[in-house]
């Protein structure tokens, strides 16, 4: 017979005790070997939380949170035998899941944004033609999430596992239009950028080249990836906090998370050796162009082959996961009765008739929606910089597309992994509660604004000769120095004067003929203001220290910025109801695609073209199409200026989810302790009681 001692003298008698026990622990609860409990049973708490709950009144107010769900076995189909069911815990859930989101990030942000300009040059797109690649990915991801996540509630690792099909899909019809434009030819022979009498470049062919079945395909493919990772933001970390208790699911987010800032750096770094592969793999005899050419074309195509294979190998494990594992009721039960939690609204039942009051629910909720708008903030910061780092690196640094992707890389994964496994282990660690959670992060938040300043940090630009109407104003320079050349602007072969580190636009701009020319370098060209005067390929260099300054500033600010992630993670799932996790990502993720990520890249962009100094000129239409060279310090005031404000407002809203956050009023007992072998709390009589074994 187990009897419960009540403060106020009173006991409580429940039946018998239905196992038989060989010892007393703690005066408590004995070891249950006689218990029989089917294999899929092996956690420790199910052990605990078994003997506590079949000795509870059997009334309405305690539901039997024994029985496992229906359907709760790992595999697929019929092949679920029991070597399988090894695999059936949360943590092989986590490590799929993180391959997956390794993957998409690989994909989606670091080849796709490391070889776009590859992509540019042998299509001949423009930069707004380019630009709506990720514009389409964000309107279909951003449209689907609400859906995904109202619906795919009802079983996400299947929902999880189709989307990383799809997703491949998408990236396997991204590299088709290589095969269907055949081998690339570079612009012009290197005998026409000298000084030379007469029209050498001939005519230029502007036959209106066919190529809008390529921009097709490549939106087609962003379109497909777009709807295929829906699942992987919405449904992933609310399945992590729907299996998990509160500590584990806090660490599991963080290892989730950091694992995902992975992948955008390994596709930064796996795009040095594809750009510096030929398109083509292997140049047409009559080529010798190098990376740091102008009119170099990587192999971009193969960085979205091994995205493709990689999205692949998550798809057959994901699938096999159930719908939710056996001892889920247990920790459901757990969380209820934790202080911070909502309790679940019964009423809504994950279907149509449901959509609308759940909506409503969400968008009422002040807390909710300033989360929602601080992280739709945030990732306008984010969005912005995850485009225009490589740029800002390779033109504030003065080096190769390539090593600049390699340099973000290398920043992005040690300060983003760092920031979001601290993040999570803090609350781990201490157990904040969510208005702990949100005043932590208020406070986050603020550092990272302060360390937007290292956006100010750069080197010195260039100045281009031939570049604008007139030369470059020097004494011994005029423009009869190249007065019967007849130089172009169509192609930008630049050289670098070694004395005095000045660029010339082409060799013709400095006025170097072909006798002028010895290997790779130039002598006594007509415009150089000095005799014995040596110019080299390529532009100036200026002399610049300020870059280990900038890596560290960098890598502060991603630290801070991530730290985040996890906590305002919590904080959504905290200040919704249980059951509603899911559906309110996907809300979020509206504002955070709509607001965020969609025009980031617009409004970054516009900014940042204001300070070019010498654009590239489409040779048919005339028209501008990508920058050459940057006004260096009016790039790095765009960037602080707009970084800074949103960087702020993501502050503002945080602060402002704090000051109206309420802790919620639960029907049920609102001790901190789980339901285990422990002291039992009913919350509406303010009494505890304590088991002993009779």
């Not at 590239?616 to 501008?624: Q, V």
Request: proline fraction near 5%; aromatic fraction near 14%; charged fraction near 15%.
């Amino acid at each position: 017979m187990m009897v419960y001692h009540n403060n106020d003298g009173s006991s409580m008698f429940i039946g018998e005790t239905p196992c038989k026990c060989d010892q007393f622990k703690d005066q408590q609860f004995a070891d249950v070997k006689s218990m029989h409990i089917s294999d899929s049973f092996l956690d420790p708490l199910y052990y605990e939380d078994k003997v506590v709950m079949e000795n509870l009144p059997k009334d309405d107010s305690f539901e039997d949170v024994t029985t496992p769900y229906k359907n709760s076995k790992y595999g697929w189909s019929f092949l679920t035998n029991k070597f399988l069911q090894r695999f059936n815990k949360p943590i092989y859930f986590l490590i799929v899941l993180c391959l997956a989101g390794i993957a998409q990030g690989l994909v989606v942000t670091g080849v796709s944004f490391t070889v776009i300009t590859s992509i540019e040059k042998q299509f001949g797109l423009k930069s707004t033609e380019v630009g709506l690649f990720g514009t389409i990915y964000d309107i279909a991801y951003g449209s689907c999430c609400v859906f995904v996540g109202y619906i795919g509630h009802k079983h996400k690792p299947r929902w999880l596992g189709f989307g990383l099909l799809l997703m491949a899909i998408g990236a396997l019809i991204f590299t088709i239009p290589k095969y269907l434009i055949g081998p690339y030819i570079a612009g012009v022979e290197r005998d026409s950028d000298f000084c030379t009498t007469g029209n050498l470049f001939g005519d230029t062919n502007c036959q209106n080249s066919s190529n809008w079945y390529y921009r097709g395909l490549f939106y087609l493919a962003e379109l497909i990836m777009g709807i295929g990772a829906t699942p992987i933001y919405t449904l992933g970390p609310a399945h992590i906090d729907e299996i998990t208790d509160r500590g584990q699911g806090s660490l599991y987010l963080a290892v989730f998370y950091a694992a995902c800032a992975f992948g955008p750096g390994i596709g930064f770094i796996i795009g040095l050796p594809i750009l510096n592969t030929w398109v083509d793999v292997t140049q047409p005899a009559n080529s010798s162009l190098t990376p740091n050419d102008r009119n170099w074309v990587g192999a971009w195509w193969i960085g979205f082959l091994v995205g493709a294979i990689l999205l692949l190998i998550p798809v057959i494990p994901m699938l096999g996961f159930p719908r939710l594992f056996p001892n889920n009721k247990i920790v459901k039960k757990n969380k209820i009765d934790l202080e911070d939690t909502v309790e679940e609204n019964d009423r809504l039942k994950h279907d149509l008739g449901s959509l609308w009051p759940a909506t409503k629910g969400l968008l009422t909720n002040p807390s909710f929606l300033f989360i929602c708008l601080a992280s739709a903030s945030e990732s306008l910061t984010i969005g912005g910089f995850s485009t225009f780092l490589p740029k800002f690196v390779e033109t504030q640094f003065h080096v190769t597309s390539s090593n600049a992707a390699l340099y973000t890389g290398l920043i992005v994964i040690p300060g983003g992994a760092g920031g979001i496994f601290v993040g999570g282990y803090l609350i781990k660690r201490y157990d904040w509660k969510c208005k702990q959670i949100l005043k932590a992060s208020t406070v986050m938040a603020l550092i990272a604004t302060f360390c937007v300043a290292i956006s100010l940090v750069g080197c010195q630009g260039r100045q281009v000769v031939g570049a604008e109407d007139e030369l470059l104003s020097r004494s011994s320079l005029n423009r009869s120095c190249i007065s019967d050349c007849s130089c172009s602007t169509k192609y930008y072969k630049p050289i670098c004067s070694v004395s005095d580190q000045v660029t010339y636009f082409s060799p013709c701009h400095a006025g170097c003929s072909k006798n002028n020319q010895y290997n790779e370098t130039y002598e006594n060209c007509s415009c150089f203001p000095y005799e014995d005067m040596i110019a080299v390929e390529g532009r100036c260099t200026p002399d610049c220290n300020l870059f280990p300054l900038f890596v560290f500033g960098s890598f502060m600010l991603m630290f801070f910025t991530f730290i985040n992630n996890v906590p305002m993670l919590n904080a959504t799932f905290r200040v919704v109801p249980e059951g509603q996790g899911s559906f309110a990502m996907g809300v979020q993720e509206v504002f955070v695609r709509f607001l965020g990520f969609i025009p980031a890249p617009t409004l970054f962009g516009s900014l940042i073209d204001k300070s070019c100094n010498l654009w590239h000129e489409d040779k048919c239409t005339g028209e501008t199409t990508s920058c050459l060279e940057y006004d260096n310090s009016n790039f790095r005031y765009y960037v602080f200026l707009l970084s800074v404000i949103t960087k702020f407002l993501s502050f503002v809203f945080i602060f402002m989810a704090f000051r109206y956050y309420k802790a919620p009023q639960n029907k049920h007992r609102t001790s901190k302790e789980p339901l285990t072998n422990g002291n039992l709390y009913d919350a509406s009589s303010e009494t505890s009681t304590t088991p002993t074994l009779v």
